[in-house]
């Protein structure tokens, strides 16, 4: 591990981070443009050869199966001024202007005529009803309306010019900071972010009848760009993919000017030691992507899976908020595992690989721990079963400056990231040289075959009653895994591996169900196909808990036209290494039959 440590050049890896991080970088934008050019010439200066910037349709239509391109829009100017009293001749209590205050502007933020609108603030409270007041009004949206669903809708419907909240803030009274606010990509409101004491200072004048001066002009000249460049290989040989999204408002360091970087940085550390030693050299090559979360890959995919598209890789290393300061963040650094749908090494060899440089750095703070698949990054493109490639991601989840202007360089740590390009160098070396040799592979799985065990040994004593039964299920369920890891290990075909880590026992007594959507899965389009009464229901679950789209898409994905509802929710459940409350895995199911996107035969 030690000459991937040493071939990282750690400054030359943060300066890119603060690079990136300086622009505003919308998934079409003029901002991800110019970072697209920034990150391409960085690659060919670390070593890739073939780089290139594609771009792609920025209209909003469905290119790729379900997923639509997205729209373009470039903020050029987002200002918000609320004054003291009903008119302009009084004092100005707020201006916010979201080129000195990054997250001001909710994203896809209609734009005002030109020179703004001068309209009245409207308090919206609650589970309140929009009243026919905010008709040509603006709309101060209060934290328990802003997570209805269908607040958007309801504001449009009412006649509302925007609307202004502090619900996504982040951070603490002392040191606030403004959080993301995204509407929908046709959305006729415009939106501002404001902090708790902004938006105390705009509701005390609203109570004054207080007018708010509003100015936003946006460009939608710009397209998708998806930067790629490679480490060359074998020709025939199938391809280690590493992806890392470049797309997010400024600054985004942690999300995701972090894994941009460490991209780089891991291509700059193989070249040079591929240079330096010829061993180093693998059979076959790496390829990096770098674009717009999940649409990119969506789009990447698509053309790959075309005949003489070029096919899909062997495997793929996805960095996503690789570089957070774990003291200032909170957040350990997490292997995300692939999904239990498909035997494959790459969560034990991904987890060998961490554990080495977290030991070979343990002088300096951190930890480290794995986790079940939860698909909320690129990564879960290749965990459809249409793609079905092993994918694992390299993360910090819980950055609590997550999706607000405090996610700011100096919240990364250089031996995070330090860490992060040693681990995705020597983990992209190992799967494209098809190491390690035999005899260290089956150690480095018995290893981690029995720390499953334990774990799963430790949740049978620590459960009682239902969740014992559980428990003892999910040690029957590990004890299959690991009896498939250990085969391919020893060299088994992956189809003695799938056999062996089957369910047993008679076929299932329920109706099977299957899948009706193409290509990778896209929970975004699934809920859009709801009717709007259910479509609601389940924003304001997963607003309150993102892990129900987690639950969503790990049912989803097992859907084989075999599996009935009960094996899926307690495979999903087994997979995701806790019970499930009945009462709303059986909402989540229904959704997506009602969608359609599931059937039961």
């Not at 997490?334 to 494959?344: G, L, M, Q, S, W």
């Not at 480095?444 to 009682?464: I, K, N, S, T």
Request: charged residues 20%.
């Amino acid at each position: 591990m030690r000459p991937f440590l040493r071939a990282v050049r750690i400054d030359d890896v943060m300066g890119h981070v603060a690079r990136v991080s300086a622009h505003d970088r919308y998934q079409a934008s003029l901002g991800l443009e110019r970072a697209a050019r920034i990150v391409a010439e960085a690659a060919e200066k670390a070593g890739l050869a073939d780089v290139g910037v594609r771009r792609f349709p920025a209209d909003g239509e469905p290119h790729w199966w379900t997923f639509r391109a997205p729209v373009s829009w470039t903020p050029l100017a987002a200002r918000l001024t609320v004054y003291a009293g009903p008119g302009t001749d009084t004092a100005a209590v707020l201006h916010t202007d979201h080129a000195e205050q990054p997250f001001t502007v909710a994203t896809y933020s209609a734009a005002t005529p030109k020179g703004g609108v001068l309209a009245p603030l409207v308090p919206v409270r609650g589970d309140d009803p929009v009243g026919a007041a905010v008709a040509g009004g603006i709309a101060l949206v209060d934290r328990a309306a802003f997570v209805r669903g269908s607040l958007p809708a309801e504001l449009t419907a009412a006649g509302a010019l925007g609307l202004v909240t502090d619900a996504p803030w982040k951070g603490t009274e002392a040191a606030p900071h403004t959080g993301r606010i995204e509407l929908p990509p046709d959305s006729a409101l415009f939106g501002f972010s404001l902090t708790p004491e902004m938006f105390r200072r705009a509701a005390a004048a609203a109570d004054r009848g207080a007018l708010a001066h509003a100015e936003v002009s946006v460009d939608r000249t710009a397209a998708m760009p998806l930067v790629s460049g490679v480490l060359p290989g074998d020709e025939d040989a199938e391809e280690i993919w590493l992806t890392g999204h470049l797309c997010h408002p400024r600054p985004g360091s942690n999300d995701n000017a972090s894994g941009v970087s460490a991209l780089l940085g891991i291509a700059g550390a193989l070249a040079r030691l591929r240079r330096a030693d010829a061993r180093y050299g693998t059979r076959r090559p790496i390829r990096f992507f770098w674009g717009a979360e999940f649409l990119g890959n969506a789009a990447l995919l698509h053309g790959r899976c075309r005949p003489g598209g070029g096919g899909l890789p062997a495997a793929l290393v996805n960095l996503d908020m690789v570089g957070e300061d774990q003291a200032l963040c909170r957040s350990p650094f997490v292997v995300e595992r692939p999904p239990e749908t498909t035997p494959t090494l790459l969560a034990p060899l991904a987890e060998h690989v961490v554990e080495q440089v977290f030991a070979a750095t343990a002088d300096s703070p951190g930890s480290w721990r794995p986790s079940p698949f939860l698909g909320f990054s690129d990564h879960a493109l290749y965990a459809d079963p249409s793609v079905d490639r092993p994918a694992v991601q390299f993360c910090h989840p819980a950055d609590r400056f997550n999706h607000s202007a405090g996610d700011s360089p100096d919240k990364v740590s250089p031996v995070e990231m330090a860490r992060s390009c040693a681990a995705g160098a020597a983990l992209a070396h190992l799967l494209a040289s098809d190491g390690p040799d035999p005899a260290e592979r089956t150690a480095v799985v018995e290893r981690w075959c029995r720390r499953e065990q334990e774990a799963a040994a430790r949740l049978v004593r620590d459960a009682g009653g239902a969740d014992g039964a559980w428990a003892r299920g999910l040690t029957d369920h590990v004890a299959r895994r690991n009896t498939a890891l250990r085969a391919l290990a020893a060299g088994a075909p992956p189809a003695e591996a799938r056999t062996l880590a089957a369910v047993g026992g008679p076929a299932a007594a329920g109706r099977p169900v299957r899948r009706r959507w193409q290509g990778p899965l896209n929970l975004r389009a699934m809920l859009g196909e709801l009717p709007p009464a259910t479509r609601s229901v389940l924003g304001g679950m997963i607003a309150e808990d993102k892990h129900h789209l987690s639950v969503l898409f790990n049912l989803a994905i097992r859907a084989d036209g075999v599996r009935d509802r009960a094996r899926i929710v307690t495979e999903t459940s087994y997979g995701l290494r806790r019970p499930l409350d009945a009462a709303t895995t059986a909402r989540l199911f229904d959704a997506l039959l009602e969608s359609g996107w599931l059937t039961e035969a």
